[in-house]
């Protein structure tokens, strides 16, 4: 079915509040994916940052194959092999630092219990986020959220926010008070243009928190399970938070997420205060723990430094290069972001790159992000990286 087809069938019933490009993907191996038409691309969004070990790694696909066949749901009142498995392997991940976690099917689903526990834990109802922060789609998530393009639809459902500039240590000590439950930052803003703070930002926000008695929640949706060159983004500045939020890499491609905290955070809940149907499923948690070993026997934390080092470098020597098209480059490990001089420009990347066989993300308007697979071949990303490239200086 060619393209045309297929867009004026779905035209016909899908919900309007997403703008498509124009091709059908039907089939992904590693960094490439095919489309309906048989024909290849290169993959720099990595599904937005969730297939950190490629498209349907055997491993994962295998994993997901026999928990199928073995056993796909339950209910949360009983003990699950799968979701013992990960739960053990994420608490030692944080060097035991959160040993409590709970799994759930987004990330915006995981912001909701953080946003949870955060209250039940300090019983405070004020949360305190940053500019152009990205948490998710559902309420909490939107009550937190530094986009107003996102939350502006539905202000009306939600209380008065208190965001601060992002990077900004003086106005985070300002908002946050005896009243604040948490502070709610992602290490890196990934939506919100790949924004690295300054160093010392994570270990300046985790004493203010802890002078007032409020939470420090880190959304590691996009930043965590090796991304960055870290498990965590935080391991950076050796900050641990109190609470802490999971996403995307976490399943592979799978739905999953899951929030973690201290031992001290997880004894303010009692038994009821949260849950769900799929919370803690064996399909998913299977996924999670294959991901997790991948990641881990193949060393795809180091690479993600080590290479994201070279594409950082490369795309900060193009900045330089072209200071008519770009105003600069930035990231961290596999998440790097360049930026354009033109939003317009900006705008029309995904779909040339797209004529050209690439799959690219722009955020913020005007930030090219590349968050490959964390096992991306160099043979596929340096060649992507030289479409991205030649589009950009043409
Ligand atoms: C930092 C961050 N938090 C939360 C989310 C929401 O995750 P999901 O789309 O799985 O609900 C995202 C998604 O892009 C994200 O990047």
New binding site residues.
């Given amino acids: 079915m060619g393209i045309e087809a297929v867009r004026a069938r779905e035209a016909a019933h899908f919900l309007p509040v997403v703008n498509r490009l124009p091709v059908a993907l039907v089939e992904g191996r590693g960094s490439r994916v095919r489309d309906a038409d048989g024909r290849e691309y290169l993959d720099l969004t990595a599904g ?2 969730v297939c950190c070990i490629g498209h349907c790694h055997p491993e994962l696909v295998e994993a997901i194959r026999e928990q199928a066949g073995r056993l796909m749901q339950t209910t949360n009142l009983f003990y699950t092999l799968p979701q013992l498995e990960l739960i053990e392997r994420l608490a030692a991940l944080t060097g035991e630092a959160l040993p409590r976690s709970f799994l759930v099917n ?4 995981a ?1 909701e219990g953080v946003v949870k526990l955060a209250h039940r834990a300090t019983r405070r109802t004020k949360f305190v986020s940053t500019e152009n922060s ?4 559902t309420l909490g ?1 939107l009550q937190v959220i530094g986009q107003a393009k996102h939350r502006d639809p539905y202000a009306a459902l939600l209380r008065e926010q208190h965001v601060v500039p992002y990077d900004d240590l003086a106005a985070a000590e300002a908002a946050i008070d005896e009243d604040t439950a948490a502070f709610i930052v ?1 290490p890196i803003q ?2 919100g243009g790949v924004n690295v703070p300054r160093d010392g930002y994570l270990a300046g926000l985790r004493k203010l928190c802890r002078a007032k008695g409020a939470l420090l929640i880190l ?1 590691e ?3 965590g399970i090796g991304r960055t060159g870290r498990w965590f983004a935080w391991e950076h500045e050796g900050v641990t938070p109190d609470v802490m ?1 999971l ?2 890499g976490l399943g592979g491609g799978f739905p999953l ?1 899951a929030f973690l905290c201290t031992e001290a955070v997880a004894k303010t809940v009692a038994l009821g205060e949260h849950g769900g149907t799929y919370v803690g499923n064996p399909l998913a948690s299977a996924a999670g723990n294959a991901v997790l070993r991948v990641v881990e026997r193949d060393g795809l934390v180091a690479r993600a430094d080590e290479l994201g080092a070279r594409l950082g470098a490369r795309l900060a020597s193009f900045a330089a290069e072209h200071p008519d098209r770009c105003l600069g480059a930035r990231g961290r490990g596999l998440l790097q972001g360049l930026v354009l001089a033109d939003p317009e420009r900006a705008a029309a990347i995904p779909k040339r790159a797209l004529e050209r066989g690439v799959l690219v993300n722009v955020t913020a308007g005007r930030v090219v992000r590349f968050f490959p697979a964390l096992n991306i071949p160099e043979e596929d990303l340096w060649p992507a990286l030289d479409v991205i490239f030649e589009l950009v200086a043409s």
Avoid: C, M
Avoid at 106 to 109: D, I, P
């Fill in positions: 937005w940052g987004s990330g915006t689903e912001i990205f948490h998710g789609r998530a992602e990934g939506e959304d949706i996009q930043t939020a996403g995307k997420g």
